[in-house]
C-alpha cells in the first residue's frame, strides 16, 4: 500500500519560515512528479510547486522567489522550503506524486493527508 506522509506544518508570523516534507513509502516501483498543493478555506485546491525526477521546477507565480522545491530520489522524498511567508500563504498543504507501486503497470495520483500552515500578521 503506497501512502504520502506529511510533517512540518505549524504557525509562523510574517516575514518567517517553514519547511514541509513528505515521504512516500509502500512497493513502489518508480515515482514521476511529486509536488505541493494547498488550499485555503473557501478555494481551490492550487498548485504551489511541482519537481519533476529530472530536477525540472515549476512555482505557481505567487511562491516565486520565496518557496523552493527539492526532492530525495533514493528515499523519495519531496520538501518545500518557505521563506518571507505572509498571511496569505495559510492554507493546508498538500502533497502530491506520481507513482508507479510494484507490480502495477501504470502511475497514479496519490495524495498525503495535508497539514496546516498558518501565518500570522
Known amino acids: 500500500q503506497v501512502q504520502l506522509v506529511e510533517s512540518g506544518g505549524g504557525l509562523v508570523q510574517a516575514g518567517g519560515s517553514l519547511r514541509l516534507s513528505c515521504a512516500a513509502s509502500?512497493?513502489?516501483?518508480?515515482?514521476?512528479?511529486m509536488g505541493w498543493y494547498r488550499q485555503a478555506p473557501g478555494n481551490q485546491r492550487v498548485l504551489v510547486a511541482l519537481?519533476?525526477?529530472?530536477?525540472?521546477?515549476n512555482y505557481a507565480d505567487s511562491v516565486k522567489g520565496r518557496f523552493t522545491i527539492s526532492r530525495d530520489n533514493a528515499k523519495n522524498v519531496v520538501n518545500l522550503q518557505m521563506n518571507s511567508l505572509k498571511p496569505e500563504d495559510t492554507a493546508v498543504y498538500y502533497c502530491?506524486?506520481?507513482?508507479?507501486?510494484?507490480?502495477?503497470?501504470?502511475?497514479?495520483?496519490?495524495w498525503g493527508q495535508g497539514t496546516q500552515v498558518t501565518v500570522s500578521a
Open positions: 519537481i519533476f525526477n529530472s530536477g525540472g521546477t
Open positions: 502530491n506524486a506520481q507513482i508507479r507501486p510494484s507490480f502495477v503497470s501504470r502511475l497514479s495520483d496519490y
Open positions: 509502500g512497493s513502489i516501483a518508480s515515482v514521476n512528479a
